[in-house]
């Protein structure tokens, strides 16, 4: 009996000084990283999409590195925060400076039409690295998008699909934040950020005007004619001669679009709000 | 001299915790999949078992020996051990935040572990003396963090192999700890 009472004592003063070592230990330490407080209160101000585009390892780890310097916001700026004008400014207010005006933002294109014929079937991971890994991929061009969805697993708003008829990516204008993820995993380099109030892009990225062997390698192929700069009367389309693909500005190039042989000039939904036209269905 | 490094080596690897007493499978098939993760964990466990053992020794000999409490030992320790834990993640938050990003985030998963707890169920059991409990706790970390070595680098190059459907995920880092398992039996014999 004594001994059942005893052990009840000895397990409860135990628990007793366990308790009370941990808020000694909790008033003796000193208090969390002040800045930390910062941090907690800037991360409450982010989307919280733990995107990682900024280069930090998710949002409180960002909103570490804006309470100890608010140059961090430019270097490296949260791309889905340019986005919304009103959370931009309750951060600005927040930290005492002008966020407002942070500009249309950019938004994904894949510059690749499809089409491109298939020279063998891959059967490995289905992964873009590691499928063009072999033999150079299965399709022909050796710009076309591989199709195994890299960019897909890293999109953090679901915005790019894969077309299953087609075989390549299609981003979500709408849905696209522009966080950059998915530029960063392309084994290609086919996708690209654009500013978000450009009506079109070029749904190739085939590269080498003197390999005329690329018009074969698929249907729809930039074929480097320049009809799109010589139908662009005020210039809208001018010719990137470093890329050697044409290079798009803000104004809708109608011309440019309806001329172009192959017609891989895409339309954006950007191009609406500029000419009050129906909704059309995005190629 | 000689019988301390005898049962370093018994500890880490003929009675490995993991693949010789079963011990802390939970964070051995948790947190294996990436060895960065990997190593801060089975380092944060390394350091737990030295704090534990430490404690617990002296606790049992000076308080629950001389008053025949013994029986009371699973649950005390798992109490002691748990707010000695609490205290430790607390203090390293508030001291030196580097150090908590790379070992404090795994500090809550150990509280109750059952690879700290048997460190120092093995220390008794054994009736090693302190210094010898210390020595069997450095052991049983030690073996930990490089089986969870081991594991996380198998299961890396895992993700690159053509592994069957049916497989994939669990079932494969089950087979393959089976295997690791079979492997260290062959220390068996070397050591205490």
Redesign the interface.
């Known amino acids: 009996m004594s001994t059942t009472i005893l052990a009840v004592i000895l397990l409860s003063s135990i628990g007793l000084i366990a308790g009370i070592a941990i808020f000694v230990a909790n008033r003796v330490l000193p208090k969390e990283d002040p800045s930390l407080e910062k941090a907690n209160e800037i991360k409450e101000r982010l989307p919280g999409a733990d995107c990682g585009a900024c280069g930090h390892p998710g949002c409180f780890a960002y909103a570490q590195a804006v309470a100890k310097s608010a140059d961090v916001l430019e270097k490296s700026p949260c791309r889905i925060l340019a986005k919304d004008e009103e959370a931009s400014q309750a951060l600005g207010e927040f930290l005492g400076i002008d966020l407002s005006n942070s500009g249309p933002g950019v938004k994904a294109v894949v510059h690749c039409t499809g089409d491109s014929p298939r020279i063998g079937t891959y059967n490995g991971v289905q992964s873009c690295a590691a499928a063009i890994q072999v033999g150079g991929g299965e399709k022909e061009c050796p710009y076309a998008c591989v199709g195994y969805g890299d960019c897909v697993d890293v999109c953090p708003v679901n915005a790019i699909g894969i077309d299953s008829e087609k075989g390549i990516a299609a981003v979500d204008w709408d849905l696209c934040i522009g966080c950059g993820m998915c530029v960063a995993v392309c084994p290609r380099g086919l996708i690209e950020l654009i500013p978000a109030d450009t009506p079109q892009y070029l749904g190739c990225n085939y590269l080498s005007s003197k390999d005329i062997a690329g018009r074969k390698k698929c249907s729809v192929g930039c074929i480097h004619c320049r009809i799109c700069v010589r139908s662009s009367e005020q210039g809208e389309v001018e010719w990137n001669e470093t890329k050697d693909l044409p290079q798009f500005s803000t104004v809708l190039a109608v011309d440019a679009i309806e001329k172009c042989p192959r017609k891989i000039i895409l339309k954006t939904t950007a191009h609406l709000a500029e000419t009050d036209a129906p909704p059309q269905e995005r190629s | 001299m000689s019988e301390l490094i005898a049962i370093f080596f018994s500890m880490a690897l003929v009675n490995n915790m993991v693949l010789g007493k079963f011990l802390g499978l939970c964070p051995f098939f948790g947190v294996s999949k990436k060895t960065s993760s990997a190593f801060s964990m089975g380092i944060a466990v390394l350091l737990v078992m030295l704090v534990a053992s430490a404690v617990t020794w002296p606790l049992f000999h000076l308080l629950l020996v001389p008053?025949?409490?013994e029986f009371?030992r699973t649950?005390?320790f798992i109490?002691?051990i748990?707010?000695l834990v609490?205290?430790i993640e607390?203090?390293i938050?508030?001291?030196n935040?580097t150090l908590y990003n790379a070992l404090g985030i795994y500090l809550p998963l150990i509280t109750t572990n059952c690879a700290v707890l048997g460190i120092t169920f093995i220390n008794i059991d054994q009736q090693y003396g302190f210094a010898q409990s210390m020595v069997a706790a450095l052991g049983a970390g030690v073996g930990f963090t490089l089986v969870l070595l081991i594991m996380s680098g198998i299961r890396e190059r895992l993700d690159?192999a053509?592994v069957p459907k049916v497989f994939k995920g669990a079932p494969v880092a089950f087979l393959i700890a089976g295997l690791l398992g079979l492997a260290f039996l062959a220390f068996g014999g070397m050591v205490g």
């Open positions: 008053y025949g409490f009371m649950v005390i109490l002691v748990a707010s609490q205290i607390m203090s938050k508030r001291t935040m690159l053509d």
